[in-house]
C-alpha cells in the first residue's frame, strides 16, 4: 500500500519569505498528486493536481509544486507567502491502479507571521 | 453550484449509541468517498461509491462501521455501538467518477463520543 511522507508538521515563516514543503510517497507505480490546504475553520480545498506531462503544476494563489519520478517527491513551493496563506497544508497520492481513493501525509500547519 | 454538504456539522453522542452521518455530493458526479480526520491518524480514508458498483470498504476500521447510498446519490455513514476511539472529523468527498480523480469536499461532521 502506498504511503505519503510530509516531513514539516509546523512551518512558521514572515510575511514575504519563501515556503517549501515536503511530500515523499511511496508507491512505484502511476501515481495522481496533489496539494490540499485547510484553512482555518474551513474545508478542504485543492490546490493543484498532477496527473501527467509537464512536472511543475501551477496551482491557485501563486503555489507551484514539481514532481519529481526519481525522488517519489511532490514538494509545494510559493515564492512568497502572505499572512493569508495560513493554514494546514496536505500532500495526497492516488495510485492509478489502486482505486480512486486518496491517501494523506500527516500535513503542515504552516504559521505566517504579519 | 452547491458544493458537498454534510449533517449534521457537530454530533455529540454517548458511548455504545450508534450514530448516522449524511453527505449529499455534488449534482452529477458519480463518486462519492468518506474520510476520517482525527488528531492520532490524520486523514484516512474509510470507503468509496462508484456508480453502481460494489463499494470499495477497504478503509473501514471495523464491523461496526458500515455505509450506504441510494439512488446514486445521498450517502449514509452508520456507526454502531460507538466508542471513544471513533470521535474524529468525518468528511464525506465526491468526484465526477472514474478516469477524474479530483475529489472535491464537504465540510465534515464533528463527531464526539463520551
Known amino acids: 500500500a502506498q504511503s505519503v511522507s510530509q516531513h514539516n508538521h509546523h512551518v512558521i515563516l514572515s510575511e514575504a519569505a519563501s515556503l517549501e514543503l515536503g511530500c515523499n510517497y511511496s508507491?512505484?507505480?502511476?501515481?495522481?498528486l496533489f496539494w490540499y490546504v485547510q484553512y482555518p475553520g474551513q474545508h478542504l480545498q485543492l490546490l493543484l493536481k498532477y496527473f501527467s506531462g509537464d512536472p511543475l503544476v501551477k496551482g491557485i494563489k501563486g503555489f507551484e509544486a514539481e514532481f519529481i519520478k526519481s525522488k517519489f517527491s511532490f514538494n509545494l513551493r510559493k515564492p512568497s507567502v502572505q499572512w493569508s496563506d495560513t493554514a494546514e497544508y496536505f500532500c495526497?497520492?492516488?495510485?492509478?491502479?489502486?482505486?480512486?481513493?486518496?491517501?494523506f501525509g500527516g500535513g503542515t500547519r504552516l504559521m505566517v507571521k504579519p | 453550484g452547491a458544493g458537498v454538504s454534510q449533517s449534521p456539522s457537530n454530533k455529540v453522542t454517548e458511548k455504545g449509541k450508534d450514530v448516522e452521518l449524511r453527505c449529499d455530493p455534488i449534482?452529477?458526479?458519480?463518486?462519492l468517498y468518506w474520510y476520517r480526520q482525527s488528531l492520532g491518524q490524520g486523514l484516512e480514508f474509510l470507503i468509496y461509491f462508484q456508480g453502481n458498483s460494489a463499494p470499495d470498504k477497504s478503509g473501514l476500521p471495523s464491523d461496526r462501521f458500515s455505509a450506504e447510498r441510494t439512488g446514486g446519490s445521498v450517502s449514509t455513514l452508520t456507526i454502531q455501538r460507538t466508542q471513544q476511539e471513533d470521535s474524529a472529523v468525518y468528511l464525506c468527498a465526491s468526484s465526477r467518477g472514474w478516469g477524474s480523480y479530483e475529489q472535491y469536499f464537504g465540510p465534515g461532521t464533528r463527531l464526539t463520543v463520551t
Open positions: 449534482s452529477g458526479h458519480t463518486a
Open positions: 508507491y512505484g507505480g502511476t501515481v495522481n
Open positions: 495526497a497520492v492516488n495510485a492509478a491502479n489502486a482505486g480512486n481513493m486518496l491517501t
